[in-house]
T-cell receptor
Framework: GESVGLHLPTLSVQEGDNSIINCAYS??????FIWYKQESGKGPQFIID?????DKRQGQRVTVLLNKTVKHLSLQIAATQPGDSAVYFC?????????????FGTGTQLKVEL | ETGVTQTPRHLVMGMTNKKSLKCEQH?????MYWYKQSAKKPLELMFVYNFKEQTENNSVPSRFSPECPNSSHLFLHLHTLQPEDSALYLC?????????????FGEGSWLTVV
C-alpha cells in the first residue's frame, strides 16, 4: 500500500516570505498528487495537482514540485499572506492504490506571522 | 461554495440514536465518497460510490450504512455509534472514480457521540 508523510507538523513564516511544505510518499507507482488546504471549521479545498509525467506545475502564487526519484512532493507558496494560514495536506493516488483512492498525509499547520 | 453540500453541519447523538448525514453535489460528478477525519490522523476513506454502485468499503463497521440513490446524493446512516466515532465526516465527489480525477470535498459534518 501507500503511505504519505509530511516533514513538519507546523511551519511558521513571516508575512511576505515564501513557504515550502514538503511531503514524502512510499509507492513509486503512484501517479497523481494533490495538495489541499483546510481552514479551521471547513473541508479540504483543492489547491493544485500534478501528474507523474510532470515535475513542476504552477498556479496562482503556488508551485508544486514532484521528484519521483526520491518520492518527494513540495508545495511552494509565494509571498505568504495571513489568509494562507491553514492546514495543508498532500494526497497521493494511482494504480498502486487502485482507482481514485487518495492516501492523505497528516497535514502541516502553516502559521503566518505579521 | 464548493459544489458539495453537507447537512447537518453539526450533530450530537446518543449511542442508541439513529441519525443520517446527507450530501448533495452540484458538479455533475458520478463518483461520491465518505471520508472520516479524526484529530491528529490522516483522512480515512470509508466508502466509494461510482455511478450509484458501491465500489469500496474500507472495512467500515456496519453501524455506518451508506446509501446512494443517485449520482448527486449520498447518505450515511448512523446507528448505535460509539464515542470514538466522534469525528468530522467529509463527503466528496469526482468526475468518476478513476485515478487522476480531482476529488472535491464538502465542508463536513461534525459528529459528536455522547
Amino acid at each position: 500500500g501507500e503511505s504519505v508523510g509530511l516533514h513538519l507538523p507546523t511551519l511558521s513564516v513571516q508575512e511576505g516570505d515564501n513557504s515550502i511544505i514538503n511531503c514524502a510518499y512510499s509507492n513509486s507507482a503512484s501517479d497523481y498528487f494533490i495538495w489541499y488546504k483546510q481552514e479551521s471549521g471547513k473541508g479540504p479545498q483543492f489547491i493544485i495537482d500534478i501528474r507523474s509525467n510532470m515535475d513542476k506545475r504552477q498556479g496562482q502564487r503556488v508551485t508544486v514540485l514532484l521528484n519521483k526519484t526520491v518520492k518527494h512532493l513540495s508545495l511552494q507558496i509565494a509571498a505568504t499572506q495571513p489568509g494562507d494560514s491553514a492546514v495543508y495536506f498532500c494526497a497521493v493516488a494511482g494504480r498502486a492504490g487502485g482507482g481514485n483512492k487518495l492516501t492523505f498525509g497528516t497535514g502541516t499547520q502553516l502559521k503566518v506571522e505579521l | 461554495e464548493t459544489g458539495v453540500t453537507q447537512t447537518p453541519r453539526h450533530l450530537v447523538m446518543g449511542m442508541t440514536n439513529k441519525k443520517s448525514l446527507k450530501c448533495e453535489q452540484h458538479l455533475g460528478h458520478n463518483a461520491m465518497y465518505w471520508y472520516k477525519q479524526s484529530a491528529k490522523k490522516p483522512l480515512e476513506l470509508m466508502f466509494v460510490y461510482n455511478f450509484k454502485e458501491q465500489t469500496e468499503n474500507n472495512s467500515v463497521p456496519s453501524r455506518f450504512s451508506p446509501e446512494c440513490p443517485n449520482s448527486s446524493h449520498l447518505f450515511l446512516h448512523l446507528h448505535t455509534l460509539q464515542p470514538e466515532d466522534s469525528a468530522l465526516y467529509l463527503c466528496a465527489s469526482s468526475q468518476d472514480s478513476n485515478s487522476g480525477n480531482t476529488i472535491y470535498f464538502g465542508e463536513g459534518s461534525w459528529l459528536t457521540v455522547v
